[in-house]
């Protein structure tokens, strides 16, 4: 079955540069999130959108946008890299109004700035 | 979720033994819940989810239980094995509240000891 899918798997910045990660969600769904994972830490929401609208907003920096497109997938922009913006990014997709509106993850996408 | 630092809370089990696993959530809100499994680098693996409408629900090897009244959430897992071994979370989400933001608990490492 088809999952979610992320790129770049892995990205090395520097301090004061410019990343973009994208998101691919699963065929049909409609909604899609993001993600900070610091190492030993738990996943701490970023973003979400639905339906290409941001639908919720979490401890997103103002330096980070995201958007979702015409054929849903999304990307997290990222400027003015700072050194503890080193994570792993995770994007999730679901289905809205399905009955268990389960939530699936990617793989994850690990910036280093360095 | 705040953020919980670098040292998660650790359950070590033998092989064969079942294992439990606890979550308390925080928002009486919330009526969909998940527990994600989530190995070294990877990211969060679904494994079972329940609605705030039951109490209880099985799947292979794993039972969730629901304990709304002290918002309470325990995962066991039968006969654990040693490809178990990983940091389990539990995630709440408001779904009949509308919004899209899946809040993660703090995760807890299980081990599994041969």
């Known amino acids: 079955a088809a999952g979610v899918i992320q790129s770049p798997r892995h990205l090395i910045k520097e301090k004061r540069e410019t990343a973009t990660l994208k998101c691919y969600p699963i065929?049909?769904?409609?909604?899609v999130y993001w993600y900070q994972q610091g190492p030993g830490q738990d996943p701490q929401f970023l973003i979400s959108?639905?339906?290409?609208?941001?639908?919720d907003k979490g401890s997103i920096p103002d330096r980070f946008s995201a958007q979702q497109f015409s054929d849903y997938h999304s990307e997290l922009n990222m400027s003015s890299l700072e050194l503890g913006d080193s994570a792993l990014y995770f994007c999730?997709?679901?289905?809205?109004?399905?009955?268990?509106?389960?939530?699936?993850f990617g793989e994850g996408s690990w910036l280093t700035v360095v | 979720g705040e953020s919980v630092g670098l040292h998660l809370p650790t359950l070590s089990v033998q092989e064969g033994d079942n294992s439990i696993i606890n979550c308390a959530y925080s928002n009486s809100a919330s009526d969909y819940f998940i527990w994600y499994k989530q190995e070294s680098g990877k990211g969060p693996q679904f494994i079972i989810d329940?609605?705030?409408?039951?109490d209880k629900r099985q799947g292979q090897r794993v039972t969730v239980l629901l304990n709304k009244t002290v918002k309470h959430l325990s995962l066991q897992i039968a006969a654990t094995q040693p490809g178990d071994s990983a940091v389990y979370f539990c995630a709440e989400k408001s779904v009949t509240g509308g919004g899209n933001k899946l809040t993660f608990g703090t995760g807890t490492q299980l081990k599994v000891e041969l």
């Open positions: 065929p049909r769904h409609d909604t």
């Open positions: 959108f639905y339906e290409k609208m941001q639908s």
């Open positions: 999730a997709s679901s289905l809205v109004g399905e009955l268990r509106n389960t939530i699936y």
């Open positions: 329940i609605r705030s409408n039951m």
